[in-house]
């Protein structure tokens, strides 16, 4: 079983391998894969496609129903993690695994410590960590605890922990996903060093333009199967995304000038002491109708929290919030909701849905105890089921009946079933938080349609995404929120790079207070004269 | 042509659907026959392992309870008590709740309905409806308690159901032993309530001997269709039921979820305060010590069986009675106990509350048909 890796062939390979699943999902189809040695491969694909199935079964985490998985050019049987581990891959996951209150030296030494008879060598741990960070050009304090680190370097730690393991192919699944555009950048160095020094590595991602930066060959995947294995100085974003599709789709947005009228959402001063998470400090800014707001901040900086109190899950501890002229401050969830307020939440399975009831009902709840759905204390099943059948034609949700529980639903489905119901409620102020998370790329575009068409409609909509990308091609002017602050406001997004953006995300730079809070009218009674940009 | 990725259901046209949702009915319900069957054969075993005739057993425990009319009688009169006492919990195990309460609740109802029904001179009708009405109101009360507590104040409904029940059993037991007692009798009970109290027995309506099963049971089935109404059809059920699935979401819409829990509090309550009514103005038409015996607990299990569906609820209380009741004959007619009764009734509740078999079941009927297709 534990073989050594053979002299020549590919590092890394699947040999028509097909992965059932026991509900009888086929998640992987026949899909034959090889990834020669020192190169970094990115494999590409919609949501659902079997990316994350194929490198599980890479990882030992499943096992293949029928074909072979090849490490160090011989079949091998993975029966968990430690046998591929043994066999020296490494994978860094989407979620980080470490424990959160060990230093990065000891979360990097973690089930191979250095030390004799049991105990471990503090000191030994943290110079190994140290000459790998030196070596890899990842940077760490390998005395920091896990918990007061960034992401980024938990992230980093990642990486040595499986190099510390002897690694020699390395699996990062969406390893950007939380990481600003300078710290990808550091990444993607570290990772070419590595790869220069004989390293195997596949790259996980669906943001395109990183792909085509970072790797040697993509491969892409597109309902289980593999499409096909292109060199990537041959291939274009748009020629990638028409093979994870299957068809020519372009992910550009169009979007015209916003035509703003008046101030929907007025924040002033608004602070909430948080018992736990980010505190919010001090915030300032409107809203117009007829824009989209997008709010910046690497994750964690109270992005959260200040979606919660807008949507009235939360209550702020000072200041004041008036939506179309109702002071919102002191009111429950349902009095946010008649003052027009919709809100598609961060997490869809936390509180966007609940799972085991059906779509009519899960596109009821906040509107369930009234005409036309329910009269004189009677709720009407078929007036839910009408209902529900008139918005899954509306929003093209794919469901075979009303009646079917969301959980049975993919990831974008579901998303649109939580959009559907926020948005035909006909919201004044629509506070979006990653929408796009974790849905397939054509119910991503379906978003951004429906998000401009709302904003055209006559919405304010506060967007917040994790996505740079997606907040500049949506947004009509920009905030960049760090630490429960505001420390950015763009009037413009237009020739705004993500990298600019970053530096404020980071704390590198900051716009002053005056800056931030021209034309909201402090003092006065002014309206958001700037917000028009 | 579109790619996207679908789940497995995504896939499946409109009839293919309703073609699965049809066999994953017919799989319950073949799953729910085949774990009575299941339970009866491990009976069956164990009898014949202890050196008893199971043959002889089971044809008396099958067949007893329809034996003679005053048997059905004890049956039904059981079988009111436990399905009142199973819809009682099964409201608030929709919102997720898990409240053992049902046994303070129904001391509480007896005790009301009592109260009334042996003080209070009433005209005709209203002697029979009010004590009723007065019981689910205790019922109510009692199931207040514990439901704010954990509404407001965030303390654990099991732990405060549990200990109201023991507190409930206290006062009752005090209240029965002393003041309530009937002066100058001998064995402990209170003194019979007024005659214009008590819900008309079935034999007036039949004309043969049912026992002591009486309108109540009418009542109950009332309530059952009452209670599905209220969770099927009504905003408050609405909000019940989502509460129950995902508190987190039915908070963001809006919902009020701690009165949403009190609510289902105090309608388990109420009916469970019913119960007590029908034992007190039905069953035994006075107050006595131990009034519920272990039926407030079996009440849970018949909630559980059924799944909290309130129709499904009385059939599970009609067929956990008959069990009951066959099992009491038996042991009168032959050498075997009730214990066997206490065996096979556990094993079905080990069977059901493992849900994993029909799963099993469905997944790999569902695998075979991927396989072919």
Redesign the interface.
Known sequence: MNEPWGKDGPALAARAVTK?Y?????AVRGVDLEVPPGEIRAVVG????GKSTLMKLFYGLEQPSSGTILIGGRPRTLRGPASAIALGVGMVHQNLMLVPSFTVAQNVVLGVEPGRRGLVDPKAAVETTARLAAEAGLSVDPRARVDEVSVGMRQRAEILKALHRQAKVLILDEPTAVLTPQETEDLFAAVRRLRDGGMTVLFISHKLREVREISDQVSVM??GSLVGTVATADATERSLASMM???DLSLDVDRSPARTAQVTLRVRNLGYEAPVGQSLHGLDFDVAAGEIVGVAGIEGNGQSELAEIL?G?RRPTEGTVHVGGTDTAGL???G??RAGIG?V?EDRL????????SIA?NL???R??RPPL?RR?????NAVRAHAERLIEEYAI????PS?PVR???G??MQKVIVARELSAGPRLLIASQVTRGV????MRFMYEQLIAARDAGAAVLLFSADLTELLALSDWLLVLREGRLVGRFDDTTGLTEKRVGLYMLGVEEHDRAHLTTGLGLTGTGTGEASTA | MTTTPMTAIEAEDRRQYRTTRRRDLAVDLSMALATILAALAIGFLVMLATGNDPVRAYEVMLTGPLDRSFRVGRWLEDATTLTLLGLSVAIPFRARQISLGAESQLYAGALAAAAVAIFLPLPAVAAVIVPMVAAAMAGAGMGLVPGSMKARLGANEIVATLMLNAIAVRVYDYLVNGPLKEPGSSAVHSKSIQEDSALTPLSEWFGIPMGRANVGLGLMLVTAVALWLLITRTPLGYRIRMTGSNPDFAAYGGIKVPRVIEWSFVIGGAVAGLAGAHLVQGVYGRLEPGLAGSLAFEGIVVALLARNNPLVVVVAGLFYSYLRAGGDIMEQQTDVGTEIVVVIQAVIVLLVTAQALPDLLKRRIARRQVGVR
């Not at chain 1, 026991?22 to 086929?26: L, M, P, Y």
């Not at chain 1, 204390?377 to 099943?381: K, N, Q, S, Y």
């Open positions: 059932t026991a509900n009888g999902v086929r919609e949501n659902g496609a597109r309902a599709v299957g068809r949507a899950l429950d969830v349902a946010h909701r809100y939440p936390h509180n966007g849905a609940a799972l085991d009831e009902d009821v709840v906040d369930h105890d329910a204390g009677i709720l009407h099943p794919r469901t075979p009946d079917v049975a639903l993919s974008g489905n397939d790329v054509g119910a």
